[in-house]
């Protein structure tokens, strides 16, 4: 805790809250828990949510200034964070989310208000401009009024044919070649009711065009006046933005990756900090989280991805603690009805940080598999060069339905079936990386590599092979 006494020293102004208990712990000063935030977020009962996960999203909602949450990876972290966020942003408080890799901000692109991006290129004004510029050029103007029930035909004219509606006067009797497996009697419908709707929709055209011509001055003025967009970025970004705005409440993922002065720096710019990692040996957030009185940190035990046939394996052979995993959750099949956790063995010899034949074998198996569109795949290779010959060798058809990265890319993503290409030499994959491929999929995972040569190795990967539910097979036959 010495670096973290040292940055707090070098601090001139007044300290947050967060920065205060902080203080207090290093210096070993009793706790003062009558530190408190005026945010006043409403408590959340959420039924899908395991006891450690609902414990973790009402410390965070609380009022008081720190909260750490440790966890595995499939504890349910990001999702305690998003549920956060919308619950403040609905409160109208000002959220900053930060993430170590960009990866991991995708999570968080669907929250109740778009979020801004930060960019390490722009000022925090360009940035608000950019966003209100993107922000009116794609509005959706298509409500309806309320006496009238939803209709899909209303909403596609709505949304792709509004200026033809109203600047063309044959446009409803050509309906049914827009819709032309629409029963005469519906187009008929249709017809009426958009005729008797020409003049609200001509209101929504004219809503439309006004949002697309607004003028740069007015963008200026009105980014001057908003404060209540999310803002979201790597804290890379957030550094090089020199963004000097304080926030109601600050998100921090991948907290365990973070050193003493990103900690601190982060810690000096809100009143509420919530930060989630990974509990790991000597670094900055273990030190933090294990100094920390429990009211203010909270660890994660239970497993919400990974399905229980893969999850005993893989949390004992990458991590020393236990992880509890509910049964209540209804599963895919895996993709041979009964194997989920399975080792293509592909007998040949390290070839640096590509292999083709690897890799092709992994495509044919990829394309072996009959798996079902509402059903995602993923690949994962530790080498961006494999990912990268992966990625210009897979059929254009598999391309669009399955996401190909490193493992630093799979940050923060999960899938239901992962193929991982164990390319290169054991001792040149980080056991961070390791612990990514393995934990994201939720019902299967199938490893192609020289099983003999990952065996034999010191990684950590190796102590998948003690493991009884894991499936060895030959390699696959390119027939």
Not at 216 to 240: A, M, Y
Not at 352 to 376: A, T, V
């Amino acid at each position: 805790m010495q670096r973290f006494s040292q940055l707090l020293s070098e601090i001139p102004k007044e300290l947050s809250l967060p920065l205060q208990i902080i203080s207090n712990v290093v210096n070993k000063n009793a706790t003062d828990f009558n530190l408190r935030t005026s945010l006043n977020l409403p408590r959340m009962s959420l039924t899908s949510l395991g006891n450690s996960q609902r414990e973790g999203l009402e410390m965070a909602l609380s009022n008081a200034p720190l909260t750490l949450i440790s966890g595995l990876e499939g504890t349910g972290k990001t999702y305690i964070a998003h549920t956060l966020a919308d619950v403040a942003i609905a409160h109208q408080k000002k959220v900053l989310i930060l993430t170590k890799y960009k990866s991991s901000l995708d999570s968080y692109k669907n929250l109740a208000v778009k979020p801004l991006l930060l960019s390490a290129n722009e000022s925090y004004q360009a940035d608000i401009k950019t966003w209100l510029k993107n922000h009116f050029a794609s509005t959706q103007i298509n409500y309806l009024p309320l006496h009238l029930l939803p209709d899909p035909l209303i909403a596609q004219v709505q949304n792709q044919y509004l200026e033809s509606l109203i600047c063309y006067p044959n446009f409803l009797s050509n309906l049914s070649s827009i819709f032309p497996d629409t029963s005469p009697t519906r187009l008929k419908l249709l017809s009426d009711r958009l005729t008797k709707l020409l003049p609200f929709f001509k209101q929504q055209l004219a809503l439309k065009q006004q949002f697309n011509l607004i003028s740069e001055g007015s963008i200026s003025e009105l980014s001057n006046l908003l404060s209540h967009i999310p803002v979201l970025g790597t804290v890379s970004d957030w550094q090089k933005s020199e963004l000097e705005l304080l926030f109601d409440l600050v998100i921090v993922e991948d907290a365990h990756t973070l050193d003493h002065s990103e900690l601190i720096a982060i810690s000096g710019i809100t009143d509420k900090l919530v930060i989630l990692g990974i509990e790991e040996s000597n670094t900055p957030f273990s030190q933090l989280f294990n100094s920390l009185s429990p009211a203010y940190r909270l660890s994660l035990l239970e497993n919400f991805r990974l399905h229980p046939e893969i999850a005993t394996p893989i949390y004992e052979a990458i991590r020393d603690s236990y992880v509890h995993t509910p049964l209540q959750r209804i599963h895919d099949l895996p993709p041979d009805g009964k194997n989920r956790l399975v080792w293509q063995d592909i007998p040949t010899n390290p070839e640096g940080d590509r292999n083709q034949l690897e890799g092709s074998e992994l495509l044919y198996f990829l394309q072996s598999l009959q798996i079902p569109s509402n059903i995602k795949a993923g690949i994962l290779a530790f080498y961006e060069s494999q990912v990268q010959w992966l990625k210009a060798n897979c059929p254009v058809d598999w391309l669009e339905r399955v996401y190909i990265g490193t493992a630093e890319e799979w940050t923060g993503k999960e899938c239901q079936i992962m193929l991982i290409s164990c390319v290169g030499y054991p001792d040149r994959v980080s056991p961070s990386a390791i612990c990514i491929a393995l934990t994201r999929a939720s019902e299967a995972l199938i490893l192609f590599g020289n099983q003999q040569t990952w065996q034999e190795s010191d990684s950590l990967l190796s102590r998948l092979f003690h493991q009884p539910q894991l499936h060895s097979n030959r390699e696959v036959s390119l027939v």
